[in-house]
C-alpha cells in the first residue's frame, strides 16, 4: 500500500465517490484506510454503568484500492509512484513529479 497516514485522498469507487479527505489510520494487514468524513456508518452502543445507550456516527474502514491520493500542484488525483534521491526511497505524485511527504 503506497497510501500513509495523513495524506489527502479522494473516493474513487463506492457510495461515497468524489467525496474528499484525509487518512486517519491504516490498516495495511487488510489493505484497507480509514478516510475523515467519508464512510460514515451508525454504531449502537449499550447501556454501561451510569452512560444511557446511544447511537454514534463513526468512520468505516475502506478498501485502499478505492482511494487515489490528490496531487498538491495540479489538485487532481494521481498515483503515487517512488523516486530514489541521496539515497533514500520517497514517494512522488505520479502526475507533476512533486515529493508527497
Do not use: C, F, W
Not at 497510501?3 to 469507487?13: E, M, N, T, Y
Not at 456516527?57 to 490528490?70: F, H, K, Q, Y
Request: aromatic share 0%.
Amino acid at each position: 500500500m503506497r497510501l500513509k497516514q495523513g495524506d489527502k485522498v479522494v473516493v474513487i469507487a463506492g457510495k461515497d465517490k468524489g467525496k474528499e479527505g484525509k487518512i486517519i489510520k491504516t490498516l495495511r494487514a487488510d489493505n484497507k484506510v480509514i478516510v475523515e468524513g467519508v464512510n460514515i456508518v451508525k454504531k449502537h452502543i449499550k447501556p454501561n454503568g451510569g452512560e444511557s445507550g446511544r447511537i454514534q456516527e463513526m468512520e468505516a474502514p475502506l478498501d485502499a484500492s478505492n482511494v487515489m491520493a490528490i496531487d498538491s500542484k495540479t489538485k487532481k488525483r494521481t498515483r503515487i509512484g517512488y523516486k530514489i534521491e541521496d539515497g533514500k526511497k520517497i514517494r512522488v505524485s505520479r502526475k507533476s513529479n512533486e515529493k508527497l511527504d
